[in-house]
Nanobody, 127 residues
Framework: QVQLVESGGGLVQTGDSLRLSCAASGLAFSSYAMGWFRQAPGKEREFVARITRSGSSTYYADSVNGRFAISRDNAKNTVYLQMASLKPMDTAVYYC????????????????????WGQGTQVTVSS
């Protein structure tokens, strides 16, 4: 049974940093590209970042580029999202996801391209 378990969320102030973790089990972790998405109340789930299987390439949404960094440790079956200069607009539930597909630039931002999802972790940024 595949499980993705996020952790590290919380309540922070504008400008603070936070690191999210996602521990994977039940899958060959290094065979999956990993992504982070987020969903704010009343909004659709949106792409945040993605990292390739080896970790050699990363991709970011424009809204977080330069502030967030995705990384992975294949020995620990864990993917991370380091978030800096947080803003109230970053408030959302953050989800990690895994995909076995080879995705185009457009596909990597789509929820439907990912095979497995975690339960999410809440990040709240106060002004």
């Amino acid at each position: 049974q595949v499980q993705l378990v996020e952790s590290g969320g919380g309540l922070v102030q504008t400008g603070d940093s936070l690191r999210l973790s996602c521990a994977a089990s039940g899958l060959a972790f290094s065979s999956y590209a990993m992504g982070w998405f987020r969903q704010a109340p009343g909004k659709e789930r949106e792409f945040v970042a993605r990292i390739t299987r080896s970790g050699s390439s990363t991709y970011y949404a424009d809204s977080v580029n330069g502030r967030f960094a995705i990384s992975r440790d294949n020995a620990k079956n864990t993917v991370y999202l380091q978030m800096a200069s947080l803003k109230p607009m970053d408030t959302a539930v953050y989800y990690c996801a895994a995909t076995s597909g080879v995705l185009t630039a457009a596909q990597r931002m789509r929820v439907t391209a990912y095979d497995y999802w975690g339960q999410g972790t809440q990040v709240t940024v106060s002004s």
